[in-house]
């Protein structure tokens, strides 16, 4: 059974820090890994999707790796700004559904 | 740009009440899924649809069932709401199932009393 961990469950750094948030995931076989960002009390908003045959992908100060092999995705951000405080969470996809982690919830000091 | 829109933002009901959630997607998207997310569980799948009038069981249906109708709608229902329901419920949709990503709605935030 797939099982997909976010370590740390909380962070918090000072603006303009770059700061890297792990995902682990126990199956290797999946289809692809999605980063959402989500505001309190609002829906997920997609960041990055990386197919599993792709090692990365970058939009703007976001850049998401993908390791298949040892079932670990990081999301990295760059110059981060109090903006970006949010909770983040990864997603792998299976055949027919998606597993979820709990979530790293990030704050961003100014 | 996707949309997914859901009925309502915030939803107060009464314990045993029949309670319908509405999503819809304007994608043409062939799956559609509900979620209910809860502090320290993080998101668990309730049902998901890939076909007008086909559903599947997710992970934790008890208490649950759905109807899609049509393409672009899939329906929450709770039978008779009880308080162990209170929570965060999401609508995604993706337009082929695991192979790319997923659009979420806002989110109903339903409080069962």
């Known amino acids: 059974k797939q099982e997909v961990t976010q370590i740390p469950a909380a962070l918090s750094v000072p603006e303009g820090e770059n700061l890297v948030l792990n995902c682990s995931f126990t199956?290797?076989?999946?289809?692809?890994l999605q980063w959402f960002r989500q505001d309190p009390g609002k829906g997920l908003t997609s960041l990055l999707l990386i197919q599993s045959s792709q090692r990365e992908q970058t939009s703007g100060r976001l850049n998401a790796s993908l390791d298949k092999s040892s079932g670990r995705s990081t999301l990295y951000i760059a110059a981060s700004q109090p903006g970006d405080s949010a909770t983040y969470l990864c997603a792998v996809s299976g055949t027919y559904k998606y597993i979820f982690g709990t979530g790293t919830r990030l704050k961003v000091l100014a | 740009d996707v949309k997914v829109t859901q009925s309502s933002r915030y939803l107060v009901k009464r314990t045993g009440e029949k309670v319908f959630l509405e999503c819809v997607q304007d994608m043409d998207h062939e799956n559609m899924f509900w979620y209910r997310q809860d502090p320290g569980l993080g998101l668990r799948l309730i049902y998901f649809s890939y076909d007008v009038k086909m559903k599947e069981k997710g992970d934790i249906p008890e208490g649950y069932s759905v109807s899609r109708e049509k393409k672009e709608r899939f329906s929450l229902i709770l039978e008779s709401a009880s308080t162990n329901q209170t929570s965060m419920y999401l609508c995604?949709?993706?337009?082929?199932?695991?192979?790319?990503?997923?659009?979420f709605g806002p989110g109903t935030r339903l409080t069962v009393t």
């Open positions: 199956d290797s076989a999946i289809y692809n």
């Open positions: 995604a949709s993706a337009p082929a199932v695991g192979r790319y990503e997923q659009y």
